[in-house]
Each structure stands twice: as structure tokens, then as C-alpha cells.
């Protein structure tokens, strides 16, 4: 790994790996985090910074959420000051903008107890818009603040194998690399704030188009009784291969359900893509369709589902059903 950069200068590289993953040591574990958010996602990413020699302070508004995290040497606190006032980094995984808001904006947020490190790195995905609101009224603080939202589901969460995209001051960004690479294996910082929220809606749009179209397509070889499987490993070797189809294909077609990312999460994320897209204007058509089917999913009490479970609208749709197996 190149060490020119002052980033980078404190981890060396291990012959030891975790689920096929270079692992990289850090030499200084003095860093303390301060952590909000311990969902499905913010649990593993807190206990990959632990592992790395970090001191986590973890809190969530669900008592008992970070509970297991403790094994794992994660300090868990009762409250946001407790978290981060002696903060090197505050690190936060939430679900939606009104959270990261308040954590903020809050009458304990990051406002009336700036951390220690004057250095405030969101992981959510949120609001650009919102986002470069909160990182103004941070800097008047004397706080830096980041956008990175990440890629790569909770299996990259916990294998720390995260796509993390980066918004905000390039100095900012060098000094939570050290942190980030605890996270993930991808760090680019693609602009100024609100940059990273901007290109994870992208990418959330393009997951969902690309979702609707596996649907699409496995509907239409169901109703000509091709077998599904077959099919979908013919296509996963020619132009239409996919993470998606390759990953949440077999669920769609076993009718597994079990949630991973949630259809809830990704309608929400398609209504930021959808609002960002009003503020300019940019028509999304493809965008607004997968939407309205996302919206019947929930409708459908499909929401705490994993976004396969989209499939079902198909069902639905053409009078199939794609048995259950959970």
C-alpha cells in the first residue's frame, strides 16, 4: 500500500486475512470514535473500527442495540455528549436526514458539543442539500464535516469491504482515511460537501432500476416456463451480468425474502434521488416507475423485506406466485 501521503502513513500491511480480505494494522490505535447509529449497518462498521486498535464510544437511541458490541472492546454510552465530546472523529450511520439532523442540531448534537477532533464524518445517505446546510453550520463551529455514504450492503459492513464516496475539504478527507479504510477497501472523494450523498443517490439509482429489470425479465421466462436458475446463469455470462442479479437472483427465484438491504431503505433512498432530481430540474422516468413499485411492495407489507422481495409485485402483476422458503 503507498505511504506518501500523511494519511496513510500510520497503517502497514498484514499477511493476515478476514473472509479473503487484506487486512491493514494500524501502529497508532490512540484514535478515540465517537459512534452514533448501530443498526444493521453502523453495529458492524463500529466493531471494524475496534478491531483496527481504535477506542469506540457507540450510541444508539435503541437501548440495548450495540449490546453485543461490547465483546468486541466497544465502549457503549448513554448519550450523544458521552459519545463524543473526547472524540478524535465522530462517525455517524443513521437512517435518514431528520436523524442526522438532530444529531446535529439537537440540544446534545454536534453543535453544542462539538468533538474534540473538530472532525464529523456522516455515513448515512441523506439529503445533499441538507447535508451542505449542516456542514455550513458545523464550519461556523470550528467542526469539518464529511458526507460518505457507503456501498456494499451489510455484508460489506461487516466484511469492512465498503465502497465509501466522500464529500466535503480534502484535508478533511486525509484525515479520516486512517478511519475510513477501517470500513472499506474503496475510499474516493469525489467533491465538495454533499458530493458523496449526490453520487450514492446515483448509485442507489441504478440499483433500483437494474432490481426492477431483473424482476422484468425473470417474469417474463416464468411465464414461458424457462427455468429460472438456468436462466439466470446463462445471462450472468453475457451483458446483462450484475451484482444484482447475481446476488439477489437466486432469492428472487427461491422466493427468499429475508432482509438485507430493505425495501423501506431503498424507498427512501429513491425519494432523495427523486427530490434531488426536482431541484434542478432532471426528469427521471425510469427512476419514478421503479418507485411507484417499490411503493406497492410497501403497500403490500413488503417494506422490512429485502429489496428481492420486489420481485412479488410481479406476482402480483401476472397472477404467479414464487413460493416462500423463510
Known amino acids: 500500500m503507498p505511504t506518501s501521503s500523511a494519511a496513510s502513513r500510520n497503517w502497514r500491511s498484514s499477511n493476515s486475512t478476514t473472509n479473503g480480505r487484506r487486512i491493514l494494522m494500524k501502529t497508532d490505535t490512540s484514535g478515540i470514535v465517537g459512534f452514533l447509529g448501530l443498526g444493521v449497518m453502523g453495529r458492524e462498521m463500529a466493531r471494524n473500527l475496534a478491531q483496527a486498535g481504535y477506542t469506540v464510544r457507540a450510541f444508539d437511541i435503541v437501548s440495548g442495540a450495540g449490546d453485543a458490541l461490547r465483546q468486541f472492546g466497544v465502549e457503549i454510552v448513554n448519550d450523544i455528549p458521552s459519545a463524543v465530546s473526547d472524540a478524535d472523529i465522530v462517525v455517524s450511520m443513521l437512517p435518514d436526514t431528520p436523524q442526522v439532523e438532530e444529531i446535529v442540531r439537537g440540544p446534545q448534537g454536534l453543535l453544542a458539543v462539538p468533538p474534540r477532533g473538530k472532525l464529523y464524518v456522516d455515513m448515512s445517505t441523506i439529503a445533499p442539500e441538507a447535508t451542505r446546510k449542516l456542514s455550513q453550520e458545523l464550519a461556523a463551529a470550528g467542526v ?148 411507484t413499485q417499490y411503493q406497492n411492495a410497501q403497500a403490500y407489507g413488503e417494506g422490512a423485506n429485502g429489496n428481492q422481495a420486489l420481485f412479488r409485485v410481479y406476482d402480483r402483476l401476472t397472477g404467479q406466485q414464487t413460493a416462500k422458503t423463510n
Request: aromatic share 4%; proline share 5%; hydrophobic share 45%.
Open 144 to 291: 469539518t464535516m464529511l458526507d460518505a455514504p457507503v456501498s456494499g450492503g451489510p455484508i460489506g459492513a461487516k466484511n469492512g469491504t465498503l465502497t465509501i464516496m466522500v464529500g466535503g475539504e480534502a484535508s478533511g478527507f486525509e484525515q479520516a482515511t486512517p478511519y475510513l479504510r477501517a470500513m472499506g477497501t474503496t475510499l474516493n472523494h469525489v467533491g465538495a460537501s454533499g458530493a458523496g450523498q449526490t453520487v450514492k443517490l446515483c448509485n442507489q439509482l441504478i440499483c433500483g432500476i437494474n432490481i426492477q429489470a431483473i424482476c422484468e425479465a425473470l417474469a417474463l421466462a416464468r411465464a414461458w416456463d424457462i427455468n429460472l436458475p438456468q436462466m439466470r446463469e446463462v445471462l450472468l455470462g453475457g451483458s446483462a451480468a450484475s451484482w444484482m442479479l447475481d446476488k439477489l437472483g437466486p432469492a428472487m427465484i427461491e422466493g427468499d425474502d429475508s432482509a438485507g438491504f430493505r425495501i423501506d431503505l431503498m424507498m427512501k433512498d429513491l425519494r432523495l434521488v427523486l427530490e434531488a432530481a426536482q431541484k434542478h430540474p432532471v426528469p427521471l422516468p425510469a427512476t419514478a416507475l421503479v418507485a
